[in-house]
T-cell receptor
């Protein structure tokens, strides 16, 4: 089975500071990779995804992530944190060409300090 | 408006009393999934479906059943709920080849 590791269940940054949320996956075959955001009392919303092609992926709200095959990583970054970025973030993987089976990380709660 | 709907949004029940959580999508998506979210465990996939009458087990299928008789609907059935099924449940759908899942608003279930 796939596994997804998110380092740091809680991350705090100051408003305007760099946001870095870490995600590593275990797979012998590069999977499809996703970052989702969950605001309080809401469902999940896709931030960005990597399937094939360019390894630096840009998403909504100024977020981006880079797929690094050698490091089996897909870390999420944003140059300047905004108060509205406070939320729970989930990394997820799906093995290519295996239907609809997804594996999620345990989540990282982002706090933005004014 | 494109959306995934779930009903009920909140449910309190007792051990052993059968229940069904409905999920419906209006986007003509082929793929649908059920997840449960628990603190510290993230989301875990319960069952998924790739089309009508095609379903498969996810990571945590024990104690759950699903059916996909129509493309738009994917109900989750708990035949005999137990307290360890107390959780927040999400339904999601996506189209073939898109990889982007759209999530419903969630159903919070408490089993006493």
């Amino acid at each position: 089975a796939q596994s997804v590791t998110q380092l740091g269940s809680h991350v705090s940054v100051s408003e305007g500071a760099l946001v870095l949320l870490r995600c590593n996956y275990s797979s012998s075959v590069p999977p499809y990779l996703f970052w989702y955001v969950q605001y309080p009392n809401q469902g999940l919303q896709l931030l960005l995804k990597y399937t094939t092609g360019a390894t630096l992926v840009k998403g909504i709200n100024g977020f981006e992530a880079e797929f690094k095959k050698s490091e089996t990583s897909f870390h999420l970054t944003k140059p300047s944190a905004h108060m509205s970025d406070a939320a729970e973030y989930f990394c997820a993987v799906r093995k290519a060409n295996t239907g609809n089976q997804f594996y999620f990380g345990t989540g990282t709660s982002l706090t933005v300090i004014p | 408006e494109a959306q995934v709907t779930q009903n009920p949004r909140y449910l309190i029940t007792v051990t052993g009393k059968k229940l069904t959580v409905t999920c419906s999508q209006n986007m003509n998506h082929e793929y649908m999934s059920w997840y449960r979210q628990d603190p510290g465990l993230g989301l875990r996939q319960i069952y998924y479906s790739m089309n009508v009458e095609v379903t498969d087990k996810g990571d945590v299928p024990e104690g759950y059943k699903v059916s996909r008789k129509e493309k738009r609907n994917f109900p989750l059935i708990l035949e005999s709920p137990s307290p360890n099924q107390t959780s927040l449940y999400f339904c999601a759908s996506s189209s073939l080849g898109s990889e982007t899942q759209y999530f419903g608003p969630g159903t919070r279930l408490l089993v006493l």
